[in-house]
């Protein structure tokens, strides 16, 4: 087992999302401080609705907060304007969605070239490809890959611009338990080979025995937060 | 370097596409095409008339005169602002053609003593001009002898003022003078009928007894000269010598008939090309509202990916680019090709001594231009969107659409209206402005058809009015001078065949109102002249009454002048006096203008006895040949007006070409409709296509289903009919006031059978759409589409 290393790669302070829906307010979330360490693999767990989603979209530069600070490093994300945002997830954020979201005009290799053409250091799409084990099915298209692929292919896509944070959001949601464990050792391997830091939400609790570090959510605020002395590798892991 | 993921994208889009792209490149095409064949031909026909007019120094001013001696040309020559001058004889013959029964008309035109023009400088095809110091000889135009298969050295007779010549043909020419040649009274070119006789000074001078004169004046002015000035000019020195008033090149005949399809051109130009680039940016606007809705994951994912907004908006504006660009193409093929068409179609009536140069390379440019500005403007609202789209939102499915309750809803539920319908109703009502713009596409289709297919009835209506309404005669003898009244009318008595006889007397004047002016001839008739007639404006027969003048309804517009108001006279010829006549009610006529008096009260304004310049005849039928042959030897008949065959000519000239303008116009209506119904139903079907399955799931039969499909089309395409009339009377009336000249007027006649033609043929062409759609409900996956995440 790697060490930790106590360099935190994300910090929020105080962070509120409140949706305004019209007729009622949403608090998405009421005051979140935490913070994610660089190398580690995070787990955000809790059930639907109980905000872990928009803290993923808010790290990824993807939303804003209503209140409250992030800082990427030294770099405060609160304070980015769009074009600012923009930025940062080009050069340092790898995302990985519960439907994969590949275009579905775009082979598996060309879904991993969208990355590629705009990163300013990315690895080839091939050797991306033959990191998540889909080396043998790069000229296909998503309709003619199986979900456990698509999703590998997702990852594939994440970590060719070699970014320094990997968010995944539910990233077995669609899939069977098998496939998903497919699925979570790519992503473990990933973290351990390169060292991406990688945070993942769930709300499926037998994932959090993989994590180095655990957060349990629930109504917009981090209950319970702890690391893991012993992680379980992603084959140990079923549901 | 390869092809960027975000271009392959683009492209396999396009292709997934193809079907609503091609259905807006059509529409985009068309408005290609018609711009560079409206716009591009009148550059063309500008151009090429321009180069003609100056290498053959086709004169300014022209002006004609009873009878001038040749020594004013120096003072002519000296006025202010005058360049060249040039003095001829011209005159009528009425001409004897080898294996032709009917006279044919001759227009002479003398060269001068040097033998070359000095202005209005004729082309010589074949052979040579006639030798200055020759007998006997003379160089046609160029129609008129290919359509009489002359050829240098032919011969024909011709009866010059009086006395039969045998004349030989020495050359074959063209001229900037001449380029439309349409004889006296004739609708259209007859160019076996009417020839243009150029002919050495000195014969065509003894021939109309102007020896040592002339009667023609062609006038070159100095660069920056104003040509009011020379006119005014020349008329005060012309004025003892009988002048009906000079003008300049917009009252010469075969120039004024170029300038009015100008004029039409460059109408059609401002008018319809920017209805397709409407429909088209219409359309783009539709498709691409829709695909940014499905594609909102995907436009999130690339925001995620950190693909900025305007690389995204950019994509997506490629996309609308790449359809123009197809469109363009295939618009730049049609309109070469329909160019092709048209320069055919002018060769028919237009002579040019070098090719109407085809679309000027510019017009291709800025068609292209404007057609990608179409498409961009339509992608915008689409684009800008997909670019403000924040990135977390569009990762999220989109909430579905809000239905509201309307004020409907109480009136559906009176009228018992079935769930399906109701379904269509509130489409239609939740998206208003789609619905609205929809419906325009197809009133503007409807419009295009209404806008188009008038001129037919417009054309009968010209027709009766011109052959059966007024003038009934079957032949006008135009006589070569003012001729007392009762020898001139029993002379024709005695033709052989003629079944009834009237004169007319016309008089060349300037009608002066304030500052208003216009020359035409007056005509006089006895009251109760059956053949040659006036009509009011409701297409009643009416007779000038004694003292009053009537004028023709545009006559009436350019002077500013209604019934009862009083107009001056100015008669051009004769003693020259002046008089204030009142104008004692309005006339319609649709070719040329008219002022018309009773007859004996414009001689005793004249201060003449009772005299004719043109005899109406009736003939009968069975003795035409032997009329016709008697004709051709009388002495004072210049002109022989066939009206029987003017309505023939031109009735032929018309048939060929409704095949082809109505075939345009039906393939126009087409595309418009098509693009519009395709895509409307294309994208009915992508955002319905899970309630219709759901539909289908529930127990709905596909007919059943397809009703709502279809419904909407429907009930558009039905709402959309009377705005389409509306639009295209709007459009008729456009352009019939823009085809109006001081030649003829195309009246905007508008029949409840265009209307009826225009909307069945729109109906059922979208019926027939979205009847091609409809067909893919049969293979929608019924699982498949419940599971499509939206």
Redesign the interface.
């Known amino acids: 087992m790697r060490d930790v290393g106590p360099d935190p790669v994300f910090t929020t302070q105080d962070l509120r999302k409140v949706y305004d829906t019209g007729t009622r307010k949403v608090v998405a979330l009421d005051g979140v401080d935490l913070k994610v360490y660089a190398a580690e693999f995070t787990v955000l767990l809790g059930p639907s609705g109980s905000g872990k989603s928009t803290l993923l979209?808010i790290l990824?530069g993807?939303?804003r907060p209503t209140s409250g600070r992030v800082l990427f490093r030294d770099l405060d994300l609160t304070a980015l304007d769009?074009?600012g945002l923009?930025?940062y997830?080009?050069?340092h954020?790898g995302?990985v969605?519960q439907?994969y979201?590949l275009?579905p005009?775009?082979t598996a290799r060309?879904?991993v070239?969208?990355?590629t053409?705009?990163?300013p250091d990315p690895m080839p799409a091939d050797e991306a490809l033959e990191l998540v084990g889909l080396g043998e099915r790069m000229d296909h298209f998503p309709a003619e890959l199986s979900g456990g692929e698509q999703q590998r292919v997702a990852i594939a896509?994440a970590i060719a611009?070699r970014p320094e944070v990997l968010l995944c959001d539910e990233p077995t949601g669609a899939l069977d338990s098998h496939t998903g464990v497919q699925v979570l050792s790519v992503l473990d391997s990933i973290n351990a080979r390169l060292g991406t830091t990688t945070v993942v939400i769930t709300h499926n609790a037998a994932i959090e025995r993989m994590a180095h570090r655990v957060f349990h959510f629930s109504d917009g605020k981090v209950r319970e937060s702890y690391t893991n002395p012993n992680r379980a590798r992603p084959e140990e892991i079923s549901w | 370097m390869?092809m960027?993921?975000?271009w392959?994208?683009l492209v396999?889009?396009l292709a997934?596409l193809w079907a609503q792209a091609t259905a807006i490149a059509l529409v985009l095409a068309a408005g290609i095409a018609i711009l560079l064949t409206t716009f591009g031909m009148f550059r063309a026909l500008d151009a090429t008339r321009a180069a003609y007019y100056e290498r053959n120094r086709f004169a300014d001013v022209f002006a004609s005169v009873r009878r001038a001696p040749m020594s004013i040309i120096p003072e002519i020559e000296g006025l202010d602002g005058v360049l060249a001058v040039e003095a001829r004889v011209a005159g009528l013959a009425t001409l004897d053609l080898p294996g032709r029964k009917r006279p044919a008309i001759g227009r002479i035109v003398s060269l001068p003593p040097g033998g070359t023009p000095r202005l209005n400088v004729p082309v010589v095809r074949a052979g040579r001009l006639p030798d200055p110091s020759g007998r006997d000889e003379v160089a046609v135009n160029s129609r008129f002898a290919d359509a009489n298969g002359f050829r240098p050295g032919d011969r024909f007779t011709a009866n010059l003022n009086g006395r039969k010549r045998e004349l030989l043909i020495t050359g074959i020419v063209l001229s900037p003078e001449f380029i439309y040649a349409i004889g006296p009274g004739m609708l259209m070119p007859d160019n076996a009928g009417y020839g243009i006789l150029w002919m050495p000074h000195r014969e065509a001078a003894a021939a109309f007894d102007l020896s040592g004169a002339f009667n023609d004046l062609s006038v070159q002015l100095a660069t920056g000269a104003n040509p009011q000035d020379v006119i005014a000019a020349l008329d005060r020195l012309l004025a003892p010598y009988g002048a009906t008033g000079a003008h300049d090149r917009s009252r010469q005949l075969s120039n004024s008939f170029i300038e009015a399809e100008l004029t039409q051109l460059k109408g059609s130009s401002m008018l319809l090309p920017p209805i397709f680039f409407a429909i088209a940016a219409f359309l783009v606007n539709m498709v691409m509202a829709r695909l940014v809705t499905l594609e909102r994951?995907?436009i999130?994912?690339?925001?995620?990916?950190?693909?900025?907004?305007r690389?995204i908006a950019l994509h997506y504006l490629m996309l609308a680019i790449l359809v123009a660009v197809v469109g363009i193409i295939i618009g730049w093929a049609a309109g070469t090709w329909l160019a092709r068409g048209l320069t055919r179609l002018y060769a028919q009536f237009f002579t040019f001594p070098f090719l109407i140069y085809a679309v000027p390379a510019g017009t291709y440019v800025v068609a292209a231009v404007l057609a990608v500005a179409a498409a961009a403007a339509g992608a915008l609202r689409a684009t800008l969107q997909a670019a403000r789209l924040?990135?977390?939102v569009a990762?999220a499915p989109p909430a579905p659409p809000r239905f509201r309750r309307t004020l409907l809803e109480p009136v559906f539920r009176r009228l018992h209206v079935s769930q399906p319908m109701r379904m269509v109703l509130r489409g239609i009502l939740r998206w208003p402005i789609r619905s609205t713009l929809t419906m325009l596409g197809y009133a503007l289709a409807v419009a295009v058809l209404v806008a188009t297919r008038f001129f037919y009835d417009s054309l009968d209506l010209l027709l009766d009015a011109t052959f059966y309404q007024t003038n009934r005669q079957d032949v006008t003898l135009v006589l070569a001078d003012a001729l007392p009244e009762t020898a001139a009318l029993a002379e024709a008595q005695r033709l052989p065949g003629v079944l009834a006889v009237e004169g007319t007397r016309s008089t060349p004047v300037e009608l002066v109102s304030g500052n208003r002016a216009k020359r035409l001839g007056i005509e006089a008739r006895r009251p109760g002249a059956t053949l040659s007639r006036v009509l009011d404006r409701d297409g009643r027969p009416v007779t000038p009454p004694k003292g009053g003048l009537l004028l023709t309804e545009r006559v009436a517009r350019q002077l500013g002048v209604g019934a009862g108001d009083t107009v001056e006279v100015r008669f051009l010829s004769g003693r020259r006096e002046v008089h204030l006549v009142t104008v004692s009610g309005i006339s319609r006529q649709f070719i040329g203008l008219g002022a018309f008096m009773d007859f004996d009260a414009l001689h005793r304004v004249l201060r003449e006895g009772a005299r004719v310049t043109a005899l109406h005849v009736s003939v009968d039928n069975r003795a035409l040949d032997a009329f016709y042959r008697a004709v051709k030897d009388m002495p004072k008949v210049t002109a022989v007006l066939s009206l029987r065959e003017s309505l023939r000519t031109f009735r032929d000239t018309i048939r060929k070409n409704v095949v082809i303008m109505n075939t345009v116009n039906l393939v126009i209506a087409f595309l418009i409709t098509f693009g519009v119904a395709y895509n409307q139903a294309r994208i009915q079907l992508s955002e319905r296509s899970r309630e219709l399955a759901s539909l289908r799931i529930l127990g709905f039969t596909r007919a059943e289903v397809s009703t709502i499909l279809v419904g909407e089309t429907l009930i558009l395409v039905l709402v959309a009919q009377p705005f389409g009339w509306l639009i295209g009377s709007a459009i008729a009336e456009a352009l019939a006031r823009n085809s109006e000249s001081d030649l003829y007027t195309i009246p905007a006649v508008l029949e409840p059978h265009t209307f009826a033609f225009a909307s069945l043929v729109v109906i059922l062409l979208a019926i027939f759409t979205v009847a091609i759609v409809r067909r893919r409900l049969d293979r929608l996956d019924l699982v498949t589409a419940m599971k499509t995440?939206e």
Not at chain 2, 300 to 309: S, V
């Open positions: 979209n990824g993807l939303d769009d074009r923009t930025e997830r080009r050069r954020v995302f969605f439907f979201n275009v005009s775009l060309e879904n070239q969208l990355v053409d705009v990163s896509r611009k | 390869p960027p993921a975000l392959k994208k396999r889009d997934r994951p995907q999130g994912l690339l925001k995620a990916i950190g693909y900025t907004n690389e924040p990135p977390a990762m995440r």
